[in-house]
Protein backbone atom coordinates (compact mmCIF):
# COMPACT_ATOMS: atom_id res chain seq x y z
CA UNK A 1 0.00 0.00 0.00
CA UNK A 2 1.13 3.61 -1.20
CA UNK A 3 2.46 5.41 2.39
CA UNK A 4 0.81 8.42 2.99
CA UNK A 5 2.75 11.50 4.90
CA UNK A 6 -0.59 12.50 6.64
CA UNK A 7 -1.14 12.67 10.64
CA UNK A 8 -2.67 9.63 12.33
CA UNK A 9 -4.23 10.29 15.04
CA UNK A 10 -5.64 7.01 17.82
CA UNK A 11 -5.80 6.71 21.25
CA UNK A 12 -3.43 3.86 22.82
CA UNK A 13 -4.78 1.00 24.29
CA UNK A 14 -3.29 2.04 27.80
CA UNK A 15 -6.09 1.93 30.70
CA UNK A 16 -3.52 3.15 33.64
CA UNK A 17 -4.85 6.21 35.55
CA UNK A 18 -8.05 5.92 33.78
CA UNK A 19 -11.69 6.45 35.36
CA UNK A 20 -14.46 4.20 34.26
CA UNK A 21 -18.18 3.25 35.05
CA UNK A 22 -19.81 0.31 33.69
CA UNK A 23 -23.20 0.05 33.44
CA UNK A 24 -24.73 -3.81 33.15
CA UNK A 25 -28.14 -4.72 33.15
CA UNK A 26 -28.83 -7.17 35.29
CA UNK A 27 -31.84 -8.40 32.39
CA UNK A 28 -30.70 -11.59 31.11
CA UNK A 29 -27.50 -11.94 34.15
CA UNK A 30 -26.66 -14.75 32.97
CA UNK A 31 -25.24 -13.31 29.88
CA UNK A 32 -24.53 -10.23 30.86
CA UNK A 33 -22.33 -11.51 33.65
CA UNK A 34 -19.96 -12.69 31.08
CA UNK A 35 -20.08 -8.98 29.73
CA UNK A 36 -19.09 -7.77 33.21
CA UNK A 37 -16.05 -10.46 33.50
CA UNK A 38 -14.95 -9.07 29.97
CA UNK A 39 -14.94 -5.72 30.28
CA UNK A 40 -13.11 -5.68 33.36
CA UNK A 41 -10.21 -8.22 32.69
CA UNK A 42 -9.71 -6.26 29.31
CA UNK A 43 -9.95 -2.67 31.52
CA UNK A 44 -7.13 -4.34 34.34
CA UNK A 45 -4.98 -6.30 31.81
CA UNK A 46 -4.32 -2.51 30.20
CA UNK A 47 -3.68 -1.01 33.50
CA UNK A 48 -6.36 0.10 34.75
CA UNK A 49 -6.72 -0.20 39.07
CA UNK A 50 -9.48 -2.07 40.24
CA UNK A 51 -10.09 1.49 42.62
CA UNK A 52 -11.00 3.22 39.53
CA UNK A 53 -13.67 1.06 37.76
CA UNK A 54 -17.09 2.07 39.32
CA UNK A 55 -20.20 -0.58 38.32
CA UNK A 56 -23.65 0.56 38.44
CA UNK A 57 -26.50 -2.37 38.03
CA UNK A 58 -29.91 -1.25 36.36
CA UNK A 59 -32.89 -3.32 35.79
CA UNK A 60 -32.92 -3.66 32.20
CA UNK A 61 -31.22 -2.46 28.86
CA UNK A 62 -34.00 0.30 28.63
CA UNK A 63 -32.55 1.70 31.88
CA UNK A 64 -29.19 1.79 30.61
CA UNK A 65 -29.14 5.09 28.51
CA UNK A 66 -30.07 7.20 32.19
CA UNK A 67 -27.76 5.28 34.33
CA UNK A 68 -25.31 5.72 31.31
CA UNK A 69 -25.83 9.79 30.88
CA UNK A 70 -25.88 10.23 34.56
CA UNK A 71 -21.94 8.41 34.98
CA UNK A 72 -21.03 10.50 31.81
CA UNK A 73 -22.04 14.21 33.30
CA UNK A 74 -21.28 13.38 36.83
CA UNK A 75 -17.47 14.21 35.64
CA UNK A 76 -16.00 11.39 37.74
CA UNK A 77 -15.15 9.40 34.59
CA UNK A 78 -13.08 9.64 31.81
CA UNK A 79 -15.08 6.70 29.97
CA UNK A 80 -18.52 4.77 30.77
CA UNK A 81 -19.24 1.55 29.24
CA UNK A 82 -22.63 -0.12 28.56
CA UNK A 83 -23.07 -3.78 28.98
CA UNK A 84 -26.83 -5.12 28.41
CA UNK A 85 -28.30 -8.34 26.43
CA UNK A 86 -31.59 -7.90 24.43
CA UNK A 87 -32.43 -11.01 23.33
CA UNK A 88 -35.76 -11.48 21.10
CA UNK A 89 -39.12 -12.81 22.42
CA UNK A 90 -42.39 -13.90 20.80
CA UNK A 91 -43.12 -9.91 20.74
CA UNK A 92 -42.12 -7.05 19.24
CA UNK A 93 -40.93 -5.52 22.18
CA UNK A 94 -37.10 -7.03 21.72
CA UNK A 95 -37.49 -3.93 18.82
CA UNK A 96 -38.20 -1.21 21.11
CA UNK A 97 -35.34 -2.19 23.60
CA UNK A 98 -32.84 -2.95 21.41
CA UNK A 99 -33.70 0.94 19.62
CA UNK A 100 -34.07 2.75 22.72
CA UNK A 101 -31.12 0.99 24.67
CA UNK A 102 -28.97 1.70 21.35
CA UNK A 103 -30.53 5.45 20.64
CA UNK A 104 -30.21 6.48 23.86
CA UNK A 105 -26.70 5.34 24.64
CA UNK A 106 -25.77 7.45 21.32
CA UNK A 107 -27.56 10.03 22.47
CA UNK A 108 -26.12 9.83 26.11
CA UNK A 109 -21.86 9.99 24.79
CA UNK A 110 -22.68 12.98 22.49
CA UNK A 111 -24.94 15.06 24.71
CA UNK A 112 -22.22 14.68 27.72
CA UNK A 113 -18.83 14.49 25.26
CA UNK A 114 -17.99 11.74 26.95
CA UNK A 115 -16.99 8.14 25.54
CA UNK A 116 -19.92 5.13 26.08
CA UNK A 117 -18.92 2.46 24.57
CA UNK A 118 -22.14 0.10 23.29
CA UNK A 119 -21.67 -3.46 24.54
CA UNK A 120 -25.45 -4.27 24.55
CA UNK A 121 -26.27 -7.42 22.66
CA UNK A 122 -29.07 -7.64 20.42
CA UNK A 123 -29.53 -11.21 18.94
CA UNK A 124 -32.28 -13.42 18.00
CA UNK A 125 -31.56 -16.23 20.36
CA UNK A 126 -29.51 -17.28 23.47
CA UNK A 127 -27.21 -18.56 21.76
CA UNK A 128 -26.19 -16.29 19.63
CA UNK A 129 -26.16 -13.89 23.25
CA UNK A 130 -23.64 -16.56 24.78
CA UNK A 131 -21.49 -16.96 21.66
CA UNK A 132 -20.30 -13.20 22.41
CA UNK A 133 -20.19 -13.25 25.26
CA UNK A 134 -17.04 -15.02 25.73
CA UNK A 135 -17.70 -18.33 23.68
CA UNK A 136 -17.06 -18.48 19.68
CA UNK A 137 -17.91 -15.16 18.83
CA UNK A 138 -15.88 -13.59 21.36
CA UNK A 139 -16.69 -10.79 23.96
CA UNK A 140 -18.66 -8.12 23.32
CA UNK A 141 -17.79 -6.58 26.89
CA UNK A 142 -14.11 -6.73 26.19
CA UNK A 143 -14.92 -5.01 22.81
CA UNK A 144 -16.84 -2.45 24.32
CA UNK A 145 -14.18 -1.87 27.07
CA UNK A 146 -11.29 -1.74 24.49
CA UNK A 147 -13.20 1.29 22.97
CA UNK A 148 -13.98 2.76 25.93
CA UNK A 149 -10.10 3.14 26.58
CA UNK A 150 -8.76 4.19 22.80
CA UNK A 151 -11.76 6.93 22.96
CA UNK A 152 -10.77 8.14 26.43
CA UNK A 153 -7.21 8.41 25.42
CA UNK A 154 -7.73 9.49 21.49
CA UNK A 155 -10.09 12.30 22.96
CA UNK A 156 -7.52 13.35 25.59
CA UNK A 157 -5.23 14.82 22.41
CA UNK A 158 -7.96 17.31 21.75
N1 LIG B 1 -36.60 -8.31 27.33
C1 LIG B 1 -35.44 -7.68 27.73
C2 LIG B 1 -35.46 -6.55 28.53
N2 LIG B 1 -36.65 -6.02 28.95
C3 LIG B 1 -36.75 -5.12 30.08
C4 LIG B 1 -36.49 -3.66 29.70
O1 LIG B 1 -35.12 -3.44 29.40
C5 LIG B 1 -36.87 -2.75 30.86
O2 LIG B 1 -36.07 -3.07 31.98
C6 LIG B 1 -38.34 -2.90 31.24
O3 LIG B 1 -39.12 -2.65 30.07
C7 LIG B 1 -38.75 -1.92 32.36
O4 LIG B 1 -38.51 -0.60 31.99
N3 LIG B 1 -34.31 -5.96 28.91
C8 LIG B 1 -33.08 -6.46 28.52
O5 LIG B 1 -32.04 -5.93 28.87
N4 LIG B 1 -33.06 -7.58 27.71
C9 LIG B 1 -34.19 -8.21 27.30
O6 LIG B 1 -34.12 -9.24 26.57
C1 LIG C 1 -36.53 -8.21 24.39
C2 LIG C 1 -37.70 -8.52 25.21
O1 LIG C 1 -38.32 -7.67 25.79
C3 LIG C 1 -38.19 -9.92 25.14
O2 LIG C 1 -37.23 -10.76 25.75
C4 LIG C 1 -39.52 -10.07 25.84
O3 LIG C 1 -40.01 -11.31 25.42
P1 LIG C 1 -41.49 -11.36 24.78
O4 LIG C 1 -41.43 -10.55 23.50
O5 LIG C 1 -41.75 -12.83 24.50
O6 LIG C 1 -42.44 -10.77 25.80
Request: net charge negative.
Amino acid sequence: MTDYDVTELEGELDASGLTVGIVVSRFNDLITGKLLDGALDTLTRHGASEDDIDVARVPGSFEIPLMAKRMAESGDYDAVIALGAVIRGETPHFEYVSNEATKGVAKATLDTDVPISFGVLTTDTTEQAINRAGVKQGNKGSEAAESAIEMANLLDEF
